[in-house]
């Protein structure tokens, strides 16, 4: 994320963000990536192609916008969990299920 000239922050939960910010703070923003534990018989790239994935489309992003001389209108969010699935009714790393779900 550090190469790719992304913000980067970590919550209180241990999963991190690289942040590419946009112009317009009103337009919202966008948030990809994936896990990073394995998940039993879910195959041997499950869950870190997305992480790497998505670090590559925002360097990817960030060079054309810097090409094209301007900036990303909206703001876009590249998150990296460390749970991909929680248990007893929780969704990832014990937060509700409700709000933004990555997968």
């Known amino acids: 994320m550090t190469d790719a000239g992304l ?6 939960m241990g ?5 590419l910010s946009g112009s317009d703070a009103a337009a919202g923003s966008v948030l990809t990536g994936s896990h990073c534990d394995a998940i039993p018989l879910a195959g041997m790239y499950d869950g870190t192609v997305g992480v790497v994935a998505a ?4 360097a990817a992003l960030k060079a054309a916008v810097r ?3 301007g900036e990303a ?4 969010e590249e998150g990296v969990e460390w749970q991909a ?4 009714g929780e969704g990832k790393r014990g937060l509700p299920k409700e709000g ?4």
Request: no cysteine; proline share 0%.
């Open 7 to 12: 913000a980067i922050r970590e919550d209180a």
């Open 15 to 19: 999963n991190i963000y690289g942040r």
């Open 55 to 58: 670090i590559e489309a925002l």
């Open 67 to 69: 090409r094209g001389g």
């Open 73 to 76: 209108r909206q703001e876009v």
């Open 85 to 88: 699935s929680g248990g007893r």
């Open 100 to 103: 933004v779900v990555m997968s």
